[in-house]
């Protein structure tokens, strides 16, 4: 089931109202606070937010101010879906008894640490019970909040505190894990990726989430300038190279259709991404070439797999 | 419980029951956080509004004529951290990062 819901395709049709008060303590030209406003901005009603433990979280609700102008929850790190859940099921009850008119929006606001790693198995429940929220992973690639500790979203060849490159490792060991296909083996009606750099398609993709009647789910690309070492007026053009270079690819999966919504016939080549990031840099150094070959491998099979998933759903 | 030395907008007292206004961080400024201060040419500015859609604040203010085309831009300069990314973004390059004075 799914209502009417409009592209975004100006900016002049986004309300103003803003949903996020400034005086917040996230670090200038913080990534994931450009994605969180973007999306409240876009939300058709004021919707309720669920909020993990993560920057986001610790950023906005420093004692005794807050800077969420829209009814905010913060429970623990690895339980945002579930509470999520019973938010929804409340509103549900409190309808079916008259207590109110009509039921809001929920939506989660959760950290690569808090959806990947320790939340997965709560929104693994409130995907499979089918409560209707939109989860929004916000993805800057590591546990920031704690001092840049690598996470199951930390890509290849990345540098973190835990992750170090040297001799024996060449940064971050394992790949990133594909929580996209994770979500949508549990048959939910809309899942996707998205960037800050590309707001058209995010704020589009929030609208189409919200207009079904289920669980959605949005995995955000929000760069974080302390923990990827750059100069924090490049947050969005780092968001930019990523899409451009085919590293984080945006596409969706409705209804089991998977449909690449930002084609990249031309990609840059990935050292335009890699070079202007210090977690990364280290690749381009002659000692890492094996690291950087494994890396670009790793891009331009998922980019494949990708547009053979579009071609092999699109028809039927 | 208020303490004399900590920066005034640090002395708070405990709401009653832990109640907060929503939004309340505006009472915090984050001024002195910052380096470089974005000036912008109006004359240059042509009301894209992409400085308004990338800021992480928001400290981007436009300025009227909702829904009514090109629009302007104005600084909230108490809450701007300075990280540049609206200069960054700026088609016309309208935006220029000054050095802000050192207060001694
Ligand atoms: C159960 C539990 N374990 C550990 C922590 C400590 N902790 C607080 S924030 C955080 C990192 C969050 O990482 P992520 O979800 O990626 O969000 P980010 O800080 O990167 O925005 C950790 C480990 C916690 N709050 N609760
Ligand atoms: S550490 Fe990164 S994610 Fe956290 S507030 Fe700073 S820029 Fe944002
Ligand atoms: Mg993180």
């Known amino acids: 089931m799914m209502e009417e819901f409009k592209p975004v395709r100006s900016i002049f049709e986004i309300p103003r109202k803003e949903r996020l008060a400034p005086g917040h303590r996230a670090c200038a030209g913080c990534g994931p606070m450009i994605a969180i406003r973007q999306i409240l901005l876009v939300s058709p009603e004021e919707p309720i937010v669920v909020n993990a433990t993560g920057c986001v979280e610790v950023a906005t609700s420093v004692y005794p101010q807050t800077a969420w102008i829209v009814p905010w929850a913060h429970v623990a790190f690895e339980n945002s879906a579930a509470v999520a859940s019973g938010v929804e099921a409340a509103m549900k009850s409190l309808k079916r008894r ?38 929004v992973c916000y993805d800057n690639e590591a546990y920031m909040n704690t001092g840049i500790q690598r996470s199951s979203a930390t ?31 549990h048959g939910v009606p809309y899942t996707a990726t998205a ?6 398609d995010l704020m589009t993709k929030v609208r189409k989430a919200l207009s079904y009647d289920g669980p959605t789910f949005l995995h955000v690309y929000a760069p974080c300038n302390r923990g990827w070492r750059f100069d924090p007026s490049l947050t969005v053009e780092v968001a930019r190279r990523a899409v451009e270079t085919r590293f984080f690819p945006l596409y969706e999966v409705e209804e089991g259709k998977y449909r690449i919504t930002v084609p990249v016939p031309k990609p840059r080549p990935l050292e335009d991404f890699l070079s202007i990031q210090g977690r990364f840099r280290h ?27 579009a071609t092999a759903t699109s028809k039927s | 419980m208020k303490d004399p030395k900590l920066k005034p907008q640090l002395r708070f007292q405990i709401n009653p029951g832990g109640w907060f206004e929503g939004g309340s961080s505006v009472e915090y400024t984050t001024n002195d956080w910052r380096l470089e ?48 990314i609206c200069a960054q973004v700026c088609p ?11 207060k001694v």
């Open chain 1, 98 to 135: 008259g207590g109110i008119d009509k039921e809001r929006p929920v939506i989660v606001f959760a950290g690569d640490g808090g959806t990947f790693d320790i939340g997965l198995q709560a929104l693994s429940g409130a995907l499979e019970r089918g409560h209707k929220m939109l989860y």
């Open chain 1, 155 to 185: 890509p290849y060849g990345a540098w973190t505190t835990t992750s170090p490159f040297g001799k024996v490792w060449p940064g971050k060991r394992e790949r990133k894990k594909d929580i996209i296909s994770i979500v949508a083996s």
């Open chain 1, 195 to 200: 960037s800050i750099y590309h707001w058209k």
């Open chain 1, 283 to 309: 690749l381009l150094r002659p000692e890492y070439r094996e690291a950087l070959e494994t890396l670009k491998k790793m891009v331009d099979d998922r980019w494949t797999w990708l547009e053979r998933m």
């Open chain 2, 37 to 84: 201060r974005p000036v912008i040419n109006l004359d240059k500015c042509v009301g894209c509004l992409y400085c308004w859609i990338y800021c992480p604040e928001p400290a981007i203010i436009p300025l009227d004529r909702e829904g009514r085309g090109p629009t302007k831009v104005e600084v909230d300069y108490d809450h701007c951290k300075g990280c540049g």
């Open chain 2, 92 to 102: 016309t390059k309208a935006i220029e990062m000054v050095r802000e004075e050192v």
